[in-house]
Structures are given as structure tokens and as C-alpha cells.
């Protein structure tokens, strides 16, 4: 499953600044710790098998891509490659890499370890389900030599150059030997500006500045990695990582809306941790309960309608989150230029109820429980919610009590992180609890919604398939014409929203985060990302 985008559903929120157009202070000190809480211990940090997102946030200081995105203008900027062309029918795509870009063992960076990451997602001992949607418009990756590599696409799918110029280059004579490669949970070896130099289970990892990394010459990255060394920890706990913070025992939290109303007040709180509420152009995070489509419980869109009428988030939003978010309306970012409008699910416990009995549901012999006949057999109307994030079980406890009153009973079932993911992994669940990123600026929606994605390890975990959708999906990933794919794609994600396949939560309008006052910024925000890439230790 992918989870790159997944996130623990963090019901976030400090004082607003507009994304004003920034840049990196060139001559920002170099050197200091900068400790930092992922809020989660990967299960891997394995480029290619790791799913969880927290992997994800180690990978992006230790591994490389060929190019990315610039964080204020989302223009296209070198990395690994120090060029890279583009032929005019867009199907040709080829990167030149810098000479004296090595991986950590100080081996160079070749066009054959290129080749090599490509194919590996494709070999199936890496079980990389996960990635293959974004990489099979691909045919083939070709050296030309070992500093040229060319990627040839089969197909106009819009995001052939992104996945090729996004994909981690990894060393082939470090992961090449698949099995042994696998048992690598905690070690990285890639050609990042950061080595991983300890990984301690349940405790902590570093990170220090590769002294070798292409970039540390180069003035195009002036500013820009400043710490010599990074510290992860991970703590879950709310209330254990804010005392953390205030102790000055970290420089970055993320913080919920809650968090930042209520709990962060005190003598620390302005003077030795800043915290900040802010606006940029990112997309944001969705929320949802999602419904196994694999149980016959959740088969019926009544059934699923019903339960999203149940779920009360206009007051959850002002209960909890003093009404600082958007309640979605679907699977793509409520600002996005993506999304087609359709209208948020209320709170309407009557509809609810004319739903549930349209679907057969009925508590015939009174005992407080909706029942009905499946399969010749009498079944209650009973599943259970799986979570892993304590914080916001409140939000879950409320919603299980508006389900009681309709007549349904809702098991809330914690699970630690890994035991979480390998339910869903194994799609061992009935309903489930989390969040997807917000993703791409240009999303696309195969991941996640085709039915090719519905297979263990696939990130289409609760089953959803729809012919329709699949057909949708498949014209619009080979539109060139962005317009044209603009309104393909709202048509997706509007049925997709028709189907009710998640109950879905809540869009933030801001980014909230806190940060000690010994770290130095260029600025609250960028147009697309905080930007803690930028950040120093003051002197």
C-alpha cells in the first residue's frame, strides 16, 4: 500500500500569515543538531518496500531524486541530474547526472543504479504495488552511458516526466541482492545530503550531513540543509510531546487545532517555543472512516450514505476544531482546481434512518439494534472502527454514540501503528480510520481509486471498484491537454464522492506547527511547503 501520501489522522491548528514569496537565506549558519519528532517509528525505511509515512520523512533527508519540484515557484529544479531534456513529443525523457554525485559508501551515482531503481519497482520480490501506477507509462530506461540515462514513455500519461524525475535513485550494488536488501529495515543507503547513522528501535534515529553530497559547492542549494545533524524521535503521545517541547527537548511538533487553543499556553509557549498558524497554496490532508466494500455490510451505497449522515463533523469541527476547517467533500483538496463541487455529506440522523431502511436495516424485535436477513441468516448491524491515534478518539466516541442512536453498534478498536497497517495491509478490517495527504498540485486518482489498486499491498484497501471510475481514470491519465483533463478528472473524483466509499473528515485551511526559538527561518511559510529544509541554528 502506498502509504508516501498516508498520514495518522492529525486533527491539527497558532496566528495566521499569508504565504508571501520567500527565499533561502544564503547565508544562513551551518552546523548544530535540529531535533525533530516524526510522531511515528517507521516499520522500514527500505526505499522501495517501506509504505508508511513516516519512512517517508527519513528518506527525503537521506535519498535523491533526478529533479523536484521548487518548493516557492513548483517549477522543475536539478538534483541528482544536473540537467535534463524533455523531447518534443514528450515521450523521450533524458537525464545527465553530475559527475561527482556519490551514494553514502562514497560509490558514484550511475546511469546503470537509474536504470536499476526503475526496474526494480517492476520486479515483484520488492513488492512495490504501490508505486506502479505512477511508473507504468514507462517502457523502458535506457544507459546511454554512465552519466546519460534516457526513460522512453509508451503512453502520454500527464505525470511520465514526474515519476521519472521523482523516482529515488538507489545503488544497485547495495540493493540489488533483493532478499538481502529486504532484511535492511534500518539501515539507508542512498545519495542524499544526510547518512543514516543510527537507528535504535523505540528510541531514536540520526542523521548527519554527508560531506560528500553534490549540493554542499553548489550555490544553487546555498541555504539549504544547514543542520550538521538531525535527530528523529518518536513520539505518538500528544501531551508527552508538547512537555518535550517545552523542555526544549525538540525544535519542530506539528500541532492539532486543539493542541494549539488549548494546550500550548505557559511560560514556554512564546518565548522558548513559537507557534504558528499558516496559509500557503499546498494542497491539504484529508481525513476519513473508510468501509471494507469487501464486507457485505458496507455493499450498499445507502448503508454507506447512511453512516456519513451519522457522523456529525459540523459539530466535531466546532467542538474540536473551532471551526478552523473545511468539511470535505471528496477525495481530492476542497481549493483544488480538481474538485467538482459536489455537495458535503451533513449531519442529517433522519435521512440516515430512511437510508438504513431502504437498505432492509430494521429493529424488528426491539432491542436497540438494526437487523435484517443476509444470506438466510438474521445479522445485526455491528462492526468495528480501527485507529491508531489516541488523540482524537473523542471524535470517534461521538460519532459511536450518534451511530447507537440510529440503532447500529460500533466497536472503537486502538492498535499500535504496525499492528494498524498490517490489518489494513491485509485488508483484515470493517472500517478504518486515517488520512491521505494532500498530494500532487495535478493529482491522480489510480492510486488509490482504481480497482487495479484493490490487491494486498495495493493502496485501494477497502475494495472500491467501479468500472466507471476505472474507465474514467484510464482516458484521463493520457489527456495532454490539462484543461481537457481538468474536467475528466472532476468527473472522477464526482462520482467517486457519489459512491460514498469513505466517510470523508475534514480539509485544514492552514499548516500549524511550533518551533523552538533557537531555530532561524526565512519565513513563516513557502508558497507550497513550510519549508524546514531552509531552517538554521541561530549563533
Not at 500500500?1 to 527565499?23: H, W, Y
Not at 510531546?241 to 511560560?267: H, N, Y
Request: proline fraction near 4%; charge should be positive; aromatic fraction near 14%.
Amino acid at each position: 500500500m502506498n502509504m508516501k501520501a498516508l498520514l495518522l489522522l492529525i486533527l491539527s491548528s497558532a496566528l495566521t500569515a499569508p504565504a508571501f514569496a520567500t527565499a533561502p537565506n544564503a547565508n544562513a549558519p551551518q552546523g548544530g543538531n535540529f531535533v525533530y519528532n516524526l510522531g511515528g517509528e517507521p516499520t522500514t525505511v527500505h526505499p522501495i518496500t517501506s509504505t508508511d509515512i513516516y519512512a517517508t520523512y527519513v528518506q527525503g533527508y537521506v535519498c535523491d531524486t533526478l529533479a523536484t519540484h521548487d518548493i516557492e515557484t513548483y517549477d522543475w529544479k536539478p538534483r541528482l541530474a544536473e540537467k535534463f531534456e524533455i523531447s518534443k513529443d514528450n515521450k523521450v525523457f533524458t537525464f545527465h547526472i553530475r559527475k561527482n554525485a556519490v551514494f553514502h559508501d562514497g560509490k558514484p551515482v550511475t546511469a546503470d543504479d537509474v536504470k536499476f531503481s526503475f526496474d526494480a519497482i517492476f520486479n515483484p520480490a520488492y513488492e512495490a504495488a504501490h508505486m506502479r501506477p505512477y511508473y507504468e507509462g514507462i517502457s523502458k530506461v535506457e544507459v546511454v552511458d554512465p552519466q546519460t540515462v534516457k526513460f522512453y514513455a509508451k503512453d502520454s500519461y500527464f505525470k511520465n516526466f514526474d515519476s521519472a524525475a521523482t523516482m529515488t535513485v538507489i545503488p544497485k550494488h547495495i540493493y540489488g541482492d533483493v532478499a538481502k536488501s529486504k532484511k535492511m529495515n534500518r539501515e539507508l543507503i542512498c545519495a542524499g545530503p544526510y547518512q543514516l547513522t543510527k537507528f535504535d528501535r523505540g528510541q531514536v534515529i540520526q542523521l548527519k550531513k554527508f560531506d560528500k553530497w553534490y549540493g554542499n559547492g553548489d550555490a544553487a542549494f546555498k541555504g539549504m540543509y544547514n543542520f550538521e545533524n538531525i535527530t528523529m524521535r518518536f513520539f505518538k503521545d500528544e501531551n508527552v510531546t508538547l512537555v518535550r517541547a517545552e523542555k526544549g527537548e525538540l525544535d519542530l511538533i506539528d500541532l492539532r487545532i486543539e493542541s494549539f487553543m488549548k494546550k500550548t499556553s505557559g511560560p514556554a509557549w512564546g518565548k522558548t517555543i513559537i507557534k504558528h498558524k499558516v496559509a500557503n497554496d499546498a494542497p491539504k490532508s484529508y481525513g476519513f472512516v473508510g468501509w471494507n466494500q469487501r464486507k457485505e455490510l458496507f455493499q450498499d451505497k445507502n448503508v454507506r450514505f447512511a453512516l456519513a449522515h451519522l457522523l456529525n463533523r459540523e459539530e466535531m469541527n466546532k467542538k474540536f476544531r473551532y471551526g478552523m476547517s473545511d468539511l470535505a467533500n471528496g477525495a481530492v483538496y476542497i481549493k483544488s482546481e480538481y474538485n467538482p463541487g459536489n455537495k458535503a455529506v451533513e449531519f442529517n440522523p433522519k435521512k440516515a434512518q430512511e437510508l438504513l431502511a431502504k437498505a432492509g436495516w430494521a429493529d424488528a424485535d426491539k432491542n436497540g439494534v438494526l437487523e435484517k436477513t443476509i444470506n438466510g441468516k438474521k445479522a445485526e448491524f455491528k462492526f468495528s472502527l480501527i485507529y491508531a491515534n489516541k488523540d482524537v478518539e473523542k471524535y470517534w466516541t461521538m460519532y459511536r454514540e450518534d451511530l447507537k442512536k440510529a440503532g447500529i453498534d460500533m466497536e472503537l478498536k486502538y492498535l499500535e501503528w504496525n499492528s494498524f497497517l498490517k490489518l489494513v495491509d491485509e485488508g483484515n478490517f470493517d472500517a478504518v480510520t486515517m488520512g491521505w495527504g494532500g498530494g500532487s498540485v495535478d493529482p491522480d486518482p489510480k492510486q488509490i481509486w482504481h480497482s487495479s489498486g484493490a490487491v494486498p499491498g495495493g493502496s485501494n484497501f477497502i475494495g472500491f471498484k467501479n468500472a466507471e471510475v476505472d474507465k474514467l481514470i484510464d482516458e484521463a491519465r493520457v489527456e495532454p491537454n490539462k484543461a481537457k483533463r481538468v474536467v475528466m478528472l472532476k468527473k472522477v473524483y464526482a462520482k467517486i464522492a457519489e459512491e460514498a466509499p469513505y466517510a470523508f473528515l475534514f480539509n485544514d485551511k492552514y499548516e500549524f506547527y511550533a518551533n523552538s526559538s533557537r531555530m532561524g527561518t526565512p519565513a513563516e511559510t513557502f508558497k507550497y511547503e513550510v519549508g524546514k529544509d531552509f531552517w538554521w541554528v541561530k549563533p
